[in-house]
């Protein structure tokens, strides 16, 4: 199987060909925010130096989220249409489980964390089992105060702090580690591995990122409005 | 001579757009997804929920285009995309899956400004014969714009503040008009008198300028104060001197813009080219002008819709304009202004 992975969720841009188990070509980046100009040119410069046409592929993985909106929609779209147009298979996988399989260590917790600032976080607690993150508490946006109440029942085990976790050094408490070096950043290639053990999505067009937040605007007006039934706001003309 | 197929994808505010078009300008399918019910609810566009829309439609629109279009991925010759100007979260949806689709088939890539694409909308009603003059009146946008010869527009005058379209639409809400108010203000027009005889801004003016901002302040003023003491308004009455004011300042300064740029051809484009009084009027007064044929962008293609993005995309395909995969949204794109105006 030959698959394209990818993962656009913040900062870093992580990309990776792969047959199998074989990691063909990977590459992380982390010097530009520009995803929507630089994804592309990477995963077709890629794919031509594996000697691979767009065709090849049988499976893209994307990281879709949580993570920046703008982020996750250009990585989504990129793998949503690519599999669309290909007829190929789609797999969208956490982008905090994506920053989890950095770690291997069995019975590991390993809380990621993105910063969504004024104190929020997108988070989610993991544990290795049988060399894969595994969900503990379910990815939310939450506050951190909240976030580490939660946390709080792990006191006496290590949890291993990654994403945006060295955000806030002095709040975490003394049972967090941080990841270092090659482990901090999101691993497209540990993406593509870790996707080909999941079944692929069954229905395309209904693919979206996973915002884990309504908008503002959405929000309010649901607050407004709890019996409106919101599936038919946009109409074919 | 073999067929051009182009696929045009449009996402630039709140239309999810995807079209198959022939030659440039034949449309074999033109798929519009509007999110208007879901924008109504704000009063307005958000655009974080605009991109949400975007990318639940946009695989549902390519099927649909080529379903209707009944053609496959081996018939296509290109890929035509709206980059600019609009919402770049929005853009960022039509551009990566045009790009994603163009790249998959290994297709040329056509970037598009979504300007040019509403002023091509006139040429599926005939062949646009340069040199050309477009009124382009929009959401976001008034302006006038001078194409010399294929494929070169030069702005010789726009709005100094609101667009037209956006003037209709604040006006509309103060009456209490849902989002998007211009068809309906539209339709109250013609069944009231000018009563109130706004002003005509910058009408006078030796510019092709336009400028909204007085009209709308001072419509808000007069209803404000009529319904501080207690008098109720005809919203008719509101509405056609409202429309008079407007259509009067774009007619009469495009007329004076066709005096000093002769053309063989006015185009009349953008959303609020739909508007009924816009088109008598502009229709009556090109009478004048013997030498100037009036082309009108087709009711329905007025508003925002791949299929003019694939009639402009097809004059950069002949020129062999195409993009590179790192074509990125430019949310604030824009003609030059043509080298003989100052500003
Ligand atoms: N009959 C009409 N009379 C007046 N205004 C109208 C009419 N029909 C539509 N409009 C206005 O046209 C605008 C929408 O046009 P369009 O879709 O071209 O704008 P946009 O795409 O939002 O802006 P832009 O094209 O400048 O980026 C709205 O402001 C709407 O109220
Ligand atoms: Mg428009």
């Known amino acids: 199987m030959k698959v394209l992975a990818l993962d656009a969720s913040n900062r870093p841009l992580s990309i990776a060909v792969l047959e199998d188990r074989q990691i063909l070509a990977t590459t992380t980046t982390t010097t530009h925010q520009k995803h929507a100009q630089f994804l592309l040119p990477i995963i077709d410069g890629l794919m031509k130096d594996c000697g691979l046409k767009p065709a090849d592929l049988d499976r893209v993985v994307v990281a879709y989220g949580p993570g920046s909106y703008t982020g996750i929609r250009i990585a989504t779209a990129t793998a949503k249409v690519l599999a669309f147009t290909l007829g190929i298979q789609l797999v969208g996988v956490s982008s905090l489980q994506t920053l989890a399989l950095n770690f291997t260590r069995e019975r590991q917790l390993i809380s990621p964390m993105f910063d969504a600032r004024n104190q929020n976080l997108f988070a989610g607690l993991y544990r290795i089992k049988d060399g894969k993150p595994t969900v503990v508490i379910p990815d939310q946006h939450v506050e951190l105060s909240r976030w580490l109440t939660k946390l709080a029942s792990y006191k006496d085990e290590s949890i291993i702090g990654v994403g945006d976790a060295d955000h806030f050094p002095d709040q975490l408490p003394a049972n967090f580690t941080m990841a270092e070096n090659l482990n901090k950043l999101p691993q497209a290639a540990n993406l593509g591995l870790f996707g080909q053990t999941l079944p692929a999505v069954q229905d395309i067009d209904s693919f979206v990122p996973n915002y884990l937040r309504l908008t503002k605007a959405e929000a309010d007006w649901q607050k407004l409005h709890p019996e409106e039934d919101s599936s038919s706001y946009v109409e074919k003309v | ?343």
């Open chain 2, 1 to 343: 001579m073999k067929r051009n197929l182009m696929m045009a994808f449009e996402s630039s505010c709140d239309e999810t757009s995807v079209a198959i078009i022939e030659n440039g300008a034949k449309i074999l399918s033109n798929v519009v997804a509007t999110q208007i019910k879901s924008h109504k609810r704000f009063g307005g566009v958000v655009p974080e929920v605009a991109s949400r829309h975007h990318i639940e439609e946009i695989t549902i629109c390519i099927r649909d285009a080529m379903q209707e279009a009944n053609v496959t991925y081996d018939d296509l010759d290109a890929v035509a995309v709206t980059y600019g100007p609009g919402l770049v979260g929005a853009l960022l949806i039509g551009v990566t899956a045009a790009k994603m689709v163009a790249w998959a088939h290994q297709l040329p890539l056509i970037p598009v400004n979504h300007l040019a694409g509403h002023i091509y909308a006139a040429r599926f009603v005939e062949p646009i014969e340069f040199p050309a003059l477009a009124l382009v009146v929009s959401g976001g946008h008034t302006e006038l714009v001078y194409m010399p010869k294929e494929g070169e527009f030069q702005i010789i005058g726009e709005t100094r503040d609101d667009a037209a379209g956006e003037a209709y639409d604040k006006v509309g809400r103060v009456m209490g008009i849902n989002y998007p108010a211009g068809p309906t203000v539209d339709a109250m027009a013609a069944k009231g008198n000018d009563t109130f005889d706004f002003p005509r801004a910058m009408d006078k003016d030796a510019n092709y300028d336009f400028s909204f901002s007085g009209l709308k302040s001072a419509f808000i003023n007069t209803y404000h104060h009529a319904e501080q003491v207690g008098n109720k308004l005809n919203h008719d009455d509101l509405a056609t001197s409202f429309q008079n004011a407007v259509v009067d300042v774009l007619v009469d300064k495009t007329l004076r813009a066709l005096k000093n740029y002769p053309v063989k051809q006015l185009i009349l484009a953008g959303g609020v080219a739909a508007n009924n009084g816009l088109r008598t009027r502009l229709s009556a007064a090109i009478d004048q002008l013997p030498a100037t044929q009036l082309i009108m962008a087709p009711r329905k293609l007025c508003g925002d819709n791949a299929a003019m993005i694939g009639a402009a995309g097809y004059v950069l395909f002949k020129e062999g304009h195409f993009a590179g995969l790192d074509l990125n949204a430019d949310p604030s794109l824009e003609f030059d202004w043509a080298p003989d105006v100052i500003q």
